[in-house]
C-alpha cells in the first residue's frame, strides 16, 4: 500500500530520508495508548454524528484486533509508514477496510501524538510513585531495625555529630517523598487533553473534546490549540523531576559504595546485588549504586537534550519534535532499572552496627557537647569553643579521646568540668540531647518514622 499522505507526491521517499525521519523504532512504545486514544475519538466522531454509528463499529472492532496484536507483539511494523499512528492506522485499513480511513476525520498527527505523549507519561507517574513508595518502605525498614544504632554523621565527610543510623536512613525517605510530592504536581499539568487542536487551529468538524477528555479520564483540555500541539513542558518537567530523583539516588549510591568499602564498613550489600571481579578473587563490587550514580548523567542529559529541542521552536508543530520521545523513554527505563533494584537492595543489606559504633568511640564527634556543657556553666560559647579545641588537640597529641581525659586533665583546661562531663559525652547522651522536632533524639526520630508510616499508608 502507499502512502498515507502519498496524493500530493509524484515520486517515492527516497530510501534513506525514510530511515532517517522514521519514528516506528522507537515510538511504536506508544502503541496500546495509540489505540487507546483512537477509540475515545472514533466514540466521539460517532456520538457527535461525524461518523455513522456503523462504521464507528467496525473501526472499533479493528482497533480490537489491532490492540490484540499489539499485546501478543504480532503487529509488524514498517518504517515506510514513518510512525506508530500511520502503522497502526494501516494496519486498521488492512484489517477493516476503507472504512478505517474515517478514523483520522477531524485528526492530525499532531493531536495524536501529543496526547499518546500525556497518557503514557501518566501511566509512568503511577508507576513511580508505587516504586518510590517500595523504596521508602525499604528505608523506613531498615530506619525501624537501627533505632538504637549510632553512626558518625558527617559535614564536609569529617566526624561531625554522631546520629542515629534511623535519622540518616529517615532524611533519604524525605527526599523521596518530595520526589513522589513533585511527580504527583506535575499529573496536574500531564492529564490535560490535546486532542481536538487538529494540526495547529482546531478542525472544522463539530466534534466535542470533552467528552473525548471524560472517556480518557483527562481532567481538562488544553484552552488553546496551537499549545496543545506545541507544548511539551510536561515532559521537560517529568525529565526534571526525574532529574532531581536520581540526584538522590546517586546521593544514596555515593553513601552505599563508601560504607561498603574496607574503609568504612558500615553496611555489607547483599551478595545477589553485588558482582565480582574476573582478576581480583577477593572482590565484591557494589555495581549496583556505581551505576546508578553514574547512570544519573545520561537523566541529566536528556533533560538538557529535550530543554534545547525546544529551545527557539516556532509555533506550532515543528519535525524537531519527534525528538522528544528517545531520551524520554531512556529517562523512564533507567529511573525504572534503578528504583527496581534500590528497594530490595536496601531490605537486604546488613547494617554493621558494631563497627559504626566503634567509630563513634574513636572520634571527636561528642566535642559540641561540651563546648555546650561550657556554655550552660556560664561560659560564653566562643570561649568554651576555643577551650575545647583546645582540649582535642591535647587528645590528639597524647592518642586519646575526650572520654579517656581523667577529671584532672579536664581541670587543666577549665574549672567548670566536673563528673558529670562523663556522661555527656557518652554518645547515647549526644544523640538524646538533640531532641527538636527533626533531630536525632531516640524519641524524635521514632516519631519520624511513625508519621513517614502514616504517610505511607494514606498516599
Ligand atoms: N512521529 C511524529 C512525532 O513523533 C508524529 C507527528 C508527526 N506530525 C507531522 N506533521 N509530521 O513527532
Known sequence: MSKLWGGRFTKQTNRLVEEYTASIGFDKALAEEDVQGSLAHVTMLGKCGILPEEDVEKIKDGLHTVLNKIARGELEYSVSDEDIHMNIEKQLIEEVGPVGGKLHTGRSRNDQVATDMHLYLRKRVVEFTGLLHDLQEALIGQAK???????????????AQPILFAHHLMAYVSMFQRDIERLQDSYKRINVLPLGAGALAGTTFPIDRHFVAEQLHFDAVYENSLDAVSDRDFIIEFLADASILMMHLSRLSEELVLWSSTEFRFIELDDAFCTGSSIMPQKKNPDVPELVRGKTGRVYGNLMGLLTVLKSLPLAYNKDMQEDKEGM???????RGALQLFGPMIATMKVNAGVMREAVNKDFSNATDIADFLANKGLPFRQAHEVIGKTVLYCIENGKFLLDLTLEEFKKFSPLFDESIYLVLQPETVVNARNVYGGTASGQVAAAIARAEDKLQFT
Open 329 to 335: 523513554f531512556d529517562t523512564v527505563e533507567t529511573l
Open 145 to 159: 531495625a537501627n533505632q538504637e544504632t549510632i553512626v558518625p554523621g558527617y559535614t564536609h565527610l569529617q566526624r
